[in-house]
């Protein structure tokens, strides 16, 4: 009997020690919800891991380091995406075949950058416009910096690349990147100035990426008057180089367009190198070097200073984040660090606040998008929008689509505003200081460069003005002088007509009130291209506003 007694008792306290509340144990392929407390209960982490919540193991990084790793490496942001769908989205998840069903029901949104330690000093903001004729591969080399910088998951391009097969177009699946719509992507051509953002060690980059089809040339000029630097992406597939820079070619009038807005460097990429009719070759190369850099010249950019050649395969990405063996002849940097070693611009915080306008829309208020040309911006800061004088006050200011309080010149903002409504704003209208505020008028006088018309221009002449990012018609009301190109003279007597390749000061005076600067003031504000029948016929600056008259 002692001896069953003693089992007895021993069986008693070694049940004691049991948890009766535990939760049962479901293996985690099974488990749908996280089992409560269920880590601090003793369960095996790495299961735990596998069915909590993604967000959990992202915002408290208390994960598994390994898991997180790519994470941080893709430099994703850490809160909910605008428009992103519920966290669980971002495609941090253990269990694949929710990853399958997800891929199915969302559309992948483009990752932002997180906002930086606060400690962290703030990079330059650096717009870059590719430019150039259209399938030159703009949008595959910017979709491709875009995955090379780790703002594109591979995931996210392996579905654009699926689903680009099942519609014969798989070489087009780089550019879905930036070509966001469904139009855009069927067509395989950009229409919108597409926007996204890439960081390297020393600056913040914006790429804007330019319609190349002749019919959406003014979507261009505004994506080129927001850019300092300009990329102009030339094929240089058989063929194609030639089209591309003929008469009609957009490779012409792109370059001309981008440093009428302002843009001072112009990196020329040549791309298709890998292309079987050219496979790399350094003849190919030197070809279009040629003859791009007698007219790049003409248009004003100094091939000296100003002007930087390099090959590259947007296709591959070769040549773009690290150099090629492909093309040992090239010695000089690949284009993401040379983008980066680039000098820094020089633009004064203190001057007088310039925001123009290039869109608008509703969102809980009025919000407007724009470039600030110079001055900085605070939140709260009272504003006036010129030409209607409307008291603004800046309710929330995004740089980049991340919230800050401060913003400084070059960087490109969305502000909400109080105080307006958005139909009362119109693209090409200018945010300045109540201090200091910026010129507007209807009537001008300009020196204006013919480049391209087939009969003369007489007063009385009727055009489209582009001026930085506002659209008006504008008629010459009057031809003042002519003046000489090479010596700058002008002429005593009155011209009566300007043919093309001539150079003169004209009045002009717009359909509406618009906002302007003289050139001399203030460059970005007072220099305009004019077009006609969708062709650019002259190129202008602004040298003296004229009253109106009572």
């Not at 769908?85 to 998840?93: Q, V």
């Not at 058989?238 to 440093?259: C, D, I, N, S, Y």
């Not at 208020?365 to 605070?378: A, D, P, Q």
């Not at 009566?496 to 002009?508: E, S, T, Y």
Request: hydrophobic share 35%; with cysteine.
């Amino acid at each position: 009997m002692d001896l069953v007694e003693m089992l007895n008792t021993e069986l008693q306290s070694a049940f004691t020690g049991l948890n009766v509340n535990a939760p049962e144990f479901v293996p985690s392929f099974l488990s749908r919800d996280p089992p409560e407390n269920a880590t601090s209960d003793g369960t095996d982490p790495v299961a735990s891991m596998e069915i909590s919540e993604p967000v959990a193991a992202v915002e408290n990084g208390e994960t598994d380091a390994s898991a997180v790793e790519t994470w941080e490496q893709k430099g994703e942001p850490d809160e909910e995406e605008p428009g992103g769908g519920s966290p669980a989205d971002t495609g941090f998840c253990g269990d694949e075949a929710q990853d399958e069903m997800m891929e199915e029901d969302e559309e992948m949104p483009t990752p932002k950058l997180p906002p930086p330690p606060p400690d962290a000093p703030k990079k330059e903001h650096v717009n870059v416009v590719f430019i150039g004729h259209v399938d030159a591969g703009k949008s595959t080399i910017g979709g491709q910096i875009m995955y090379l910088t780790g703002m594109v998951e591979k995931r996210t391009l392996e579905k654009y690349e699926r689903e680009a097969k099942e519609k014969n177009r798989e070489t087009w699946y780089l550019s879905w990147a930036l070509d966001t719509n469904q139009e855009e992507r069927d067509k395989g051509k950009t229409v919108e100035v597409g926007r996204a953002y890439f960081e390297t060690e020393k600056k913040h980059f914006t790429i804007l990426d330019a319609p190349g089809h002749k019919s959406f040339v003014p979507n261009m000029i505004g994506g080129a008057s927001q850019a300092d630097l300009a990329v102009l992406v030339i094929s240089a597939r058989k063929g194609e180089f030639e089209t591309g820079f003929e008469k009609g070619g957009q490779t012409r009038e792109h370059a001309m367009l981008a440093k009428t807005a302002g843009v001072k460097h112009l990196i020329v990429l040549i791309n298709k190198m890998d292309d079987p009719t050219v496979d790399w070759s350094l003849d190919r190369y030197e070809e279009c070097k040629e003859k791009l850099v007698p007219f790049l010249k003409k248009v004003g950019f100094n091939p000296k200073k100003d002007i930087h050649f390099m090959p590259c395969s947007g296709m591959t990405g070769a040549n773009l984040k690290e150099s090629s063996e492909l093309c040992p002849w090239y010695t000089g940097l690949p284009f993401i660090p040379h983008l980066d070693s680039m000098p820094n611009f020089n633009r004064s915080s203190d001057g007088p606040i310039r925001l123009s306008i290039v869109d608008k829309y509703k969102d809980m208020g009025t919000v407007v998008l724009g470039k600030l040309e110079s001055g900085s911006i605070m939140k709260a800061q009272q504003l006036t929008m010129m030409p209607n004088r409307h008291t603004v006050e800046v309710l929330s200011l995004l740089s980049d689509d991340v919230e800050t309080d401060y913003a400084g010149p070059g960087e490109n903002l969305k502000l909400r505003l109080k105080g307006i409504e958005e139909e009362e704003i119109l693209p090409g209208f200018i945010l300045c200081n109540a201090e200091n505020l910026c010129h507007s008028g209807r009537t001008f006088d300009a020196q204006i460069v013919i480049i391209e018309h087939k009969s003369i221009i007489c007063p009385g002449y009727n055009a489209v003005l582009h001026i930085h990012t506002c659209i008006e018609e504008v008629q010459i009301t009057a031809l003042i002088c002519l003046v000489d190109k090479k010596t700058g003279d002008k002429s005593k007597t009155r011209p009566r007509f300007v043919k093309q390749d001539q150079v003169c000061i004209a009045r002009l005076r717009a359909a509406g009130t618009i906002c302007l600067e003289t050139f001399k003031d203030f460059p970005q504000m007072g220099r305009f291209t004019l077009r006609d029948e969708g062709k650019t016929i002259a190129i202008g600056k602004v040298l003296k506003l004229v009253p109106e008259k009572d």
